[in-house]
């Protein structure tokens, strides 16, 4: 998209008080969000399947989804309710005030750089076309932490699909849905997804990003990088994770290193 924006009159019709109950009321109701939000997220979703413009309808859903994470106390949906409350002026504001603000900075990023851009959301194992770079940002494993994104991103996952194609698991407190199927989820699985990606990039400058509380460890990844990449450097980024499972280690175990491996 390098010229369509949302208008005022696009706005407006968004905003429009059509739905105020329906699936995500039905669904979701106290677990997230106040009433109030809640119908709001029910009331724009509805209103935005109805666009048109599928660059005008992106950038309204990105508004969207980015609003309900701002919203949320961490910005996760793996707890209800409000615990994590701390107040924070962005938790001050209403859905409807963050909707606002973020169709304004999505809109202040569309811009012509005289190129087609095309963006896929595929497995890049089905993406053919040569590459100049190649960058990787794989979940990490680990035996002791989650890399399920849709456990705490399943809410707005389900507004990016209107919950189309996902097994919502009923008896789940957060009403999450069924995991995709990764290979990140095994040790085993990791490493044959990374060097199955190695190989079929071995032509391309690959860069891939990696904890170093995670496995594979460093070295693992720079040996299996080996095999295709003659020159490798690693830079080494100290990194601390916002928040932990455990508040009374969490200064400990959040403080990580962040390798980033650059193969030419």
């Not at 005008?56 to 409350?85: D, E, M, Q, V």
């Not at 032509?203 to 040996?223: F, H, R, T």
Request: glycine share 4%; hydrophobic share 30%; proline share 3%.
């Amino acid at each position: 998209n390098s010229f369509i924006k949302l208008n005022d009159e696009d706005i407006d019709e968004i905003l429009l008080e059509k739905h105020n109950s329906g699936f995500i009321f039905e669904k979701f109701r106290n677990l997230y969000y106040s009433d109030e939000d809640t119908s709001f997220i029910e009331n724009t979703l509805n209103n935005i399947i109805t666009i048109k413009d599928q660059y005008k309808k992106s950038i309204a859903y990105s508004s969207l989804i980015r609003a309900c994470i701002k919203k949320r106390p961490r910005g996760i949906f793996a707890y209800t309710g409000l615990r994590y409350n701390d107040n924070r002026p962005d938790l001050r504001k209403s859905l409807k005030e963050h909707f606002i603000e973020n169709i304004s900075i999505f809109n202040s990023a569309v811009f012509d750089n005289g190129k087609q851009n095309v963006s896929q959301n595929l497995d890049c194992m089905q993406i053919k076309e040569p590459a100049d770079l190649i960058y990787i940002d794989p979940p990490y494993f680990s035996p002791l932490s989650d890399n399920d994104y849709t456990r705490r991103y399943h809410f707005v996952e389900g507004i990016a699909r209107n919950w189309e194609g996902v097994e919502i698991q009923e008896k789940t407190k957060t009403k999450k849905f069924k995991s995709y199927k990764s290979p990140f989820s095994s040790l085993s699985g990791t490493i044959e997804a990374l060097e199955n990606i190695f190989n079929v990039y071995k032509s391309s400058n690959i860069i891939l990003s990696y904890s170093s509380n995670s496995l594979p460890g460093k070295d693992e990844i720079y040996s299996l990088m080996k095999k295709y990449k003659n020159n490798i450097d690693i830079v080494s980024v100290d990194y601390r994770y916002s928040f932990a499972n455990q508040a009374s280690v969490s200064k400990v175990k959040n403080n990580v290193k962040e390798y980033i491996f650059i193969g030419k």
